[in-house]
């Protein structure tokens, strides 16, 4: 899963009371939840105002490894990069992390790049591919409270 090349970016996580299971874990329909607000974080960062309005991302496909289980309250994380750009197509990881950087889940989503208007699939152009890459963005802030 891992990419060298590619600049990692981290969104803060705090399962809430509602993300909790029957087992006292964080359901894994939350973490689905997470991959989602990770990339579209990402996303959002390194996006222009101009490319935020052509385009839009969509999912095609999850893939989850759950290793350890996450509980309420825990100051978790989520570590983001992409991987194997592919025409639309690019391969997102996402390892959601615990104190210590103790790898919790792992995953790899393929994200298809769209054009708004048209709705169709765009080739996903050179320079947004370079950024993604090279481009470092701080972390999202942790929320206060």
């Known amino acids: 899963m891992e990419s060298s090349e590619a600049v ?6 705090s399962p809430a009371a509602a ?3 029957a087992l ?3 359901n894994n329909a939350v973490y689905v939840r997470w991959l989602q607000e990770a990339g579209t ?3 959002f960062r390194l996006a222009s105002p101009q490319e935020l309005e ?3 991302w969509l999912v095609a496909r999850h893939e989850i490894d759950y290793r350890r289980p996450c509980h309420l309250g825990e100051a978790l994380v989520a570590e983001t990069w992409v991987d ?3 025409g639309a197509r690019f391969d997102r990881c996402v390892r959601i992390l615990g104190p210590g950087d103790d790898v ?3 995953a790899r989503t393929t994200w298809v790049l769209v054009d708004r208007n048209s709705l169709r699939p765009a080739r996903i152009p050179g320079d947004m591919i370079h950024r993604f890459f090279t481009q470092a963005v701080p972390p999202v802030a942790a929320p206060q409270g």
């Not at 990692?8 to 996580?13: L, S, Y």
């Open 8 to 13: 990692r970016f981290r969104v803060p996580i």
């Open 19 to 21: 993300d909790i299971d």
């Open 24 to 26: 006292g874990h964080v």
């Open 41 to 43: 974080a990402h996303w």
């Open 54 to 56: 052509r385009w839009i």
């Open 84 to 86: 194997r750009p592919r």
């Open 104 to 106: 919790r889940a792992e």
